[in-house]
């Protein structure tokens, strides 16, 4: 790995780093489809993904099956290479997603790619003494409010987002970030990003349509991108030019320092008059 630069990429997951929604795809391989979506209208969708993985349990689905079923998830080819190459320059990953820890951490160690992530920030699931998976909320609704109209009650993605940019500014260092995101979660965070930073939405998803309909409210620079290839090809090109603006910078404040050269001070000669001179 290069020395660490002052870039944070901030990855969505599903429909992101992988090419689906790992919710629906566990609920549909498995055979559950249309009881989440009878389900659905009732209660808010991470409750509900907590409710399927009980009826997922009463129906004799054990743990190994759901692994199983996330193992073999979809994911462009150039996904992996573009955050093995992010991770290389010295770029810091993090996940921020309203997915769930055990489809994530069972995705991405099976890809062989956990260790390139610094944080992953996300609902939590883990497997309780019956060996049934329960999802909670990243927030939890049921004791307060995020605060937020524009989130699901149970994340609000741009608390995440300002927590990292204050951890930084505390620590005197200077980030920009580049953010990455699909859907209309991904739209929050969008708006606090800074000019210096960039936001990457995937093309005529919900969070692009989002910042489409206004894009002034959006300070960083928006590249959007469409699937893993184009995704590897913006994320390098923003990568390096960070780094060459970075490097330009630098070189210019070390010409500016060499170029001041401050001479001694010399005593000064005054003439004597000549009624003096003997």
């Not at 989440?36 to 009463?58: I, V």
């Amino acid at each position: 790995m290069a020395n660490k630069n002052n870039i944070v990429i901030v990855f969505d997951f599903d429909k992101t780093i992988i090419d689906v929604d790992s919710d629906n795809w566990v609920v549909d391989e498995l055979g559950f489809t249309e009881l989440f979506e009878q389900l659905l209208p009732t209660m808010p969708w991470n409750s509900l993904m907590d409710r399927m993985m009980k009826e997922l349990y009463d129906h004799g689905k054990i743990i190994e099956e759901i692994k199983q079923v996330l193992r073999r998830i979809p994911i462009h080819p150039r996904v992996i290479p573009a955050i093995k190459s992010a991770h290389a320059l010295g770029c810091e990953l993090r996940i921020v997603s309203d997915a769930n820890t055990f489809f994530i951490e069972t995705i991405v160690e099976h890809l062989g790619i956990s260790e390139y992530f610094s944080e992953i920030n996300t609902n939590p699931g883990l497997v309780d003494e019956q060996g049934r998976l329960r999802i909670s909320p990243y927030h939890d609704f049921t004791k307060s409010s995020h605060g937020c109209s524009r989130c699901p009650p149970n994340m609000c993605k741009s608390l995440i987002i300002e927590r990292i940019q204050a951890s930084f500014t505390k620590e005197g260092n200077k980030m920009k970030m580049i953010y990455l995101g699909d859907g209309a979660g991904d739209y929050c965070p969008s708006l606090r990003l800074k000019a210096e930073d960039y936001m990457m939405p995937r093309k005529n998803f919900p969070v692009w349509d989002l910042i489409s309909q206004n894009p002034a409210l959006v300070k960083a620079t928006v590249r959007d991108w469409t699937d893993g290839e184009a995704m590897e090809r913006i994320l390098m090109g923003l990568i390096n030019e960070i780094m060459e603006m970075e490097k330009m910078v630098s070189s210019d404040n070390c010409k500016i320092s060499v170029g001041i050269v401050h001479e001694p001070l010399l005593p000064i000669s005054l003439p004597v008059p000549l009624h003096l001179v003997k």
